[in-house]
Nanobody
Framework: QVQLVESGGGLVQPGGSLRLSCAAS????????MYWYRQAPGKEREFIAIITNPGATTYAGSVKGRFTISRDNAKNTVYLQMNSLKPEDTAVYYC?????????WGQGTQVTVSS
C-alpha cells in the first residue's frame, strides 16, 4: 500500500518556526517529485513548494525566503522548514508525490500560527 503521512504540525507563535515531515511508504521514493500544499478554511488548496530528484526547488511567492523544502531519499521523507511564521500561514499542510502517471496525497497536518 502507498501511504504518505505528514507530521510536525501544531500551534506556534507569530515569528516562530516549525518543521513538517512527510514520510512515504510503498513507493520508490526517488522516482517522485515531492510537493507541499496548504489549504486554509474557506480557501482553495495552494501550492507551496516542489522538490525534484536530485533536488531542484521552486516556491510560491507567499513563502519564498521563509520556507525551505528538502528531501532525504534514504529515509523516504520530504521536509518543510517554516520560519518567520505569520497568522496567514495557518492552514492544513499536505504532502503530494508525483511520478509519471501516478500521484498520491497525504491526509494533512494542521499548522496554527497565533499568539
Amino acid at each position: 500500500q502507498v501511504q504518505l503521512v505528514e507530521s510536525g504540525g501544531g500551534l506556534v507563535q507569530p515569528g516562530g518556526s516549525l518543521r513538517l515531515s512527510c514520510a512515504a511508504s510503498g513507493v520508490t521514493f526517488s522516482s517522485y517529485a515531492m510537493y507541499w500544499y496548504r489549504q486554509a478554511p474557506g480557501k482553495e488548496r495552494e501550492f507551496i513548494a516542489i522538490i525534484t530528484n536530485p533536488g531542484a526547488t521552486t516556491y510560491a511567492g507567499s513563502v519564498k525566503g521563509r520556507f525551505t523544502i528538502s528531501r532525504d531519499n534514504a529515509k523516504n521523507t520530504v521536509y518543510l522548514q517554516m520560519n518567520s511564521l505569520k497568522p496567514e500561514d495557518t492552514a492544513v499542510y499536505y504532502c503530494r508525490a508525483q511520478s509519471l502517471n501516478r500521484e498520491y496525497w497525504g491526509q494533512g497536518t494542521q499548522v496554527t500560527v497565533s499568539s
